[in-house]
């Protein structure tokens, strides 16, 4: 008989007054999990709900535990933080991931954000920093900079399909207005909406709502995922030219 396929990760519940961010650590190194999880049991807002040693027993957890945000870890035994990421993103309603990292201009940060991930953050970070992070994910905010993005792919652009310089070939593109265009190109070159709407001569308001349709045309989740799309489909190339 064939095997019954693995349940799904329990989806989040919506955010209710009062109720902390469900985090879950993921990190084969034990000493790093018992230092993130005493920064975030210091937050009255964040509970540490889960932790697991390696992606697999994460996407095990998962199975049985209603988790809002990740940290993961990219390198790991079994099953690594990308394929990990990978999995937990393809599922309805994931929670959101926030990969950690050693260096910046890692291969594997920018695995893990074409894998779904809402960015990432080195694993040194200010311990303010990385609770900003971890409620700017829950809310739904990207908390990678775009132009930290755009270094990554920068670097690694001749990995992407369309490293060739062909032109852009995404189909769903043909949905963007010229204006949304302009918008996710500068968006991919790593302006604020402030900086682009000064550039456009538009309010930041209006940038905004620019945006936010790119994000909803496309299925998009933030403007990591923006900056990724712009490289992977040649409308924004490595050195920062555009595809039209």
Known sequence: ?????????????????????????????????????MVLAAQPDMEVVAEAGDGAEALDVLRATAVDVVLMDVRMPRLDGVEATRRICAADDPPKVLILTTFDLDEYAFSGLKAGASGFMLKDVPPADLLAAIRSVHSGDAVVAPSTTRRLLDRFAPMLPNAAGEEPRHKELHR???????????????????????????????VKTHVGRILTKLGLRDRVQVVVLAYETGLVRAGGGTGF
């Open 176 to 206: 963007l207005t010229e204006r949304e265009r302009e918008v996710m190109v500068l968006v991919a070159q790593g302006l604020s909406n402030g900086e682009i709407a000064a550039r456009l001569v538009l309010s930041e308001a209006t």
């Open 1 to 37: 008989m064939p095997s019954t396929p693995p349940a799904p990760p329990l989806p989040p519940e919506p955010p209710g007054p009062g109720r902390p961010i469900r985090v879950m650590l993921v990190d084969d190194q034990v000493l790093l999990r018992t230092g993130f999880r």
